[in-house]
């Protein structure tokens, strides 16, 4: 099955023609403007294919916690948009991305900057292409400064059709 290019894919190669260097900056501008929360803790959208995500957040006043780490929020928030993103880099146009369930585990004190990898197989993006409907397990890993997991997640992210389908009325039903 040939994969075509969704409304996300689509807007974001547009970004091509934006001199190299000034890409990320725009990249990112766009993205926060389309997810507004995203900008507030100003993710930093590094990685943006159908296959993997990577999304970083700087330790800094606007996202820490109250022992100056990354808040609690603020890693779910990452981990979150990277799964979500590359989740809606492969949902087709007619169907809507959702957040069904998400797992989180706090493992240790965060050191430094995050990111997040998210990461689709091409059997998951594949039941994306050709079902009206289903769910996937989205892998995410969270590493901070240290190069370890602080957290571990596990999200799962299901697809439905944006529009229910209006069905004809039945003519023999229909009062006389």
Request: net charge positive; glycine share 4%.
């Amino acid at each position: 099955m040939t994969q075509h290019p969704n409304r996300l894919v689509r807007t974001l190669s547009m970004l091509d023609k934006v001199p190299a260097l000034l890409r990320p900056r725009v990249r990112n501008w766009v993205l926060r403007r389309a997810v507004p929360f995203t900008g507030t803790a100003r993710l930093d959208y590094a990685v943006m294919t159908p296959e993997k995500v990577e999304i970083a957040i700087t330790n800094q006043r606007c996202v820490q916690n109250h022992i100056q780490g990354v808040h609690a929020a603020a890693m779910t928030l990452l981990a979150e948009t990277a799964t979500g993103m590359v989740v809606g880099m492969n949902v087709r146009d007619d169907c809507l991305p959702l957040a069904k369930e998400l797992k989180v585990q706090f493992k240790r004190r965060t050191q430094g900057d995050m990111r997040a990898v998210a990461h689709l197989s091409a059997q998951q993006r594949r039941l994306m292409q050709s079902q009206d409907k289903g769910e996937v397990v989205v892998p995410v890993t969270v590493t901070d400064a240290s190069g370890e997991e602080p957290i571990v997640c596990e999200f799962i992210w299901a697809w439905v059709p944006s529009k229910k389908k209006v069905t004809a009325p039945n003519p023999a039903s229909a009062p006389a």
